[in-house]
């Protein structure tokens, strides 16, 4: 059998493409990577053999102009983030994924990249060039930097207020947010400061940690700005000072200048914003210490004196008498006690009224802290009754004093209420306490009590010296 030869054209399945469709799809196929690149990466690149690029896509990466990076040096594009040595991606060995590298921007500032490069090698295995991709993640970086920074900000004031929780009295709750502060941050040492007003010298209210005496006239200076506002700045000393405003809305600081200072030695790093942003909301902790302190020395106050008066009450005479009598015991020294009693005083709340009573109640008071020392104890025990320890002081000088108060107070006290004046005075009786006397405080006080009530059997308005031998 002949085999015959078929000398028809192939089918054009068959047939060979033409040039212009074997360009056509190269080019698209080009393109196609291309698009894909763009879509995965946030730059691609090409170098030759001396580092050179020869490709940069898409088009101004990085804020570079259009075509500026060709046949530049790749160096151009190397940064430094400040805290490693500089990695450069455009010179690889071997092939190298997603490694972070500091790329500088046509603005100067630096990007943060993931960068996969390989190197591009010859026949004989030499480097010709390198081919890679970076994907930014400087905004990554940023949320990321900044998510730390709230968690940690949150994990600092959970320890401040979980320890300042386990303390009851506001002196230990400052030093323990103080300590915690302190520990938190890397700091020598921290303060709070009061701004003295009119020019006159700040002061320090609490302080923890070396430092603050040489610290305090810059914390001074810093206080001037507004509330919550913090700034810093460095001392004579060279200590890193950084100072929050913590103003209290009541209290004995209400209205003026409060702060909070942290302080490092000049060795240290400066203050960053991560370590403002935990000085201010821990600011917010030493204000809610401040006021609750403020608010158990007003509690304290009225626990110990009376409302009227502002003299101490009953309960707070006798305790501070019990501890000048054991220092008096120890210093071989007497002590003279004086019951006082108004004469007339029914008459006046009777005729007058209660407020003009009260007044009298309050000038007599006044009168009471002019005779005494600040060392010696003034109080009122109730109703129109006071009594006033004097330490140190015999009965001899405690009768004297008695006596210009008797002569005193009916011109004074009648000023008040001067339609009862005829029957205002005093009634003071006076018991001594010898050096190292067994006598107690109840028997002290029940001798002074029996004195004024003779001075008043005996017409009133004058006074009695009761010795440690009466009954």
């Keep these: 059998m002949t085999d015959t030869i078929l000398d028809s054209p192939l089918p054009a399945a068959f047939a060979a493409p033409a040039p212009d469709l074997i360009r056509d799809a190269l080019e698209e196929s080009r393109q196609r990577w291309r698009q894909l690149v763009i879509l995965a990466a946030d730059v691609a690149f090409e170098t030759d053999a001396s580092g050179r690029f020869v490709l940069v896509i898409p088009d101004q990466a990085l804020g570079w102009p259009i075509g500026s990076l060709i046949g530049q040096p790749s160096e151009l594009l190397l940064g430094d983030d400040g805290a490693s040595p500089v990695f450069n991606p455009f ?16 603005d100067g500032s630096l990007a943060t990249m993931a960068v996969s490069v390989a190197p591009l090698r010859d026949a004989g295995g030499g480097i010709t060039g390198a081919r890679g991709i970076g994907i930014d993640l400087t905004d990554c970086d940023l949320q990321s930097s900044q998510i730390a920074g709230r968690l940690r900000r949150g994990e600092v004031l959970d320890h401040i207020l979980s320890r300042v929780g386990q303390e009851a009295a506001a002196e230990q709750m400052m030093d323990t947010a103080l300590w915690a ?11 709070v400061v009061a701004r003295g007003a009119d020019g006159a010298p700040g002061r320090i209210l609490h302080q923890r940690g070396p430092g603050a005496a040489a610290t305090l006239d810059t ?12 700034a810093d700045a460095t001392g004579p000393d060279g200590r890193r000072v950084l100072a929050i405003g913590c103003r209290t809305r009541f209290g004995a600081g209400a209205g003026l200048a409060q702060g909070l200072a942290l302080w490092r030695t000049a060795r240290a790093h400066a203050w960053n914003h991560d370590d403002t942003l935990i000085a201010t909301s821990a600011a917010g902790i030493v204000r809610m210490i401040l006021e609750y302190e403020a608010v158990q020395q007003e509690m304290a106050q009225q626990a110990r004196t009376d409302p009227l008066t502002g003299l101490l009450n009953r309960r707070a005479f006798l305790e501070a008498m019990q501890r000048q009598t054991a220092r008096l015991d120890r210093e ?26 009260d007044a009298v109640l309050i000038r007599l008071a006044d009168m009471l802290r002019r005779l005494v020392r600040p060392s010696d104890l003034v109080a009122r025990l109730g109703g129109d009754e006071f009594a006033v320890w004097l330490g140190g002081v015999d009965q001899a000088t405690a009768a004297e004093r008695a006596d210009h108060l008797c002569k005193a107070a009916p011109a004074e006290l009648g000023s008040v209420a001067p339609e009862a004046v005829a029957g205002l005075g005093l009634s003071v009786g006076i018991a001594l306490r010898g050096p190292g006397s067994p006598e107690s405080i109840e028997d002290l006080m029940r001798r002074a009590d029996m004195a004024m009530y003779g001075v008043k059997r005996a017409g009133r308005n004058h006074w009695r010296v009761s010795t440690e031998g009466d009954a």
């Design 332 to 357: 071989s020294a007497p002590g003279t006690l004086m019951f006082i009693d108004l004469d007339g005083f029914k008459a006046v709340n009777d005729s007058q009224g209660h407020a003009v009573g």
């Design 91 to 106: 010179r690889p060995g071997t092939e190298i994924r997603r490694r972070r590298a500091w790329l500088r921007r046509y």
């Design 219 to 230: 914390a001074d200076r810093l206080l001037v700005r507004p509330d919550s506002e913090a």
């Design 181 to 191: 502060l302190i520990h938190a941050l890397g700091a020598e040492g921290a303060a």
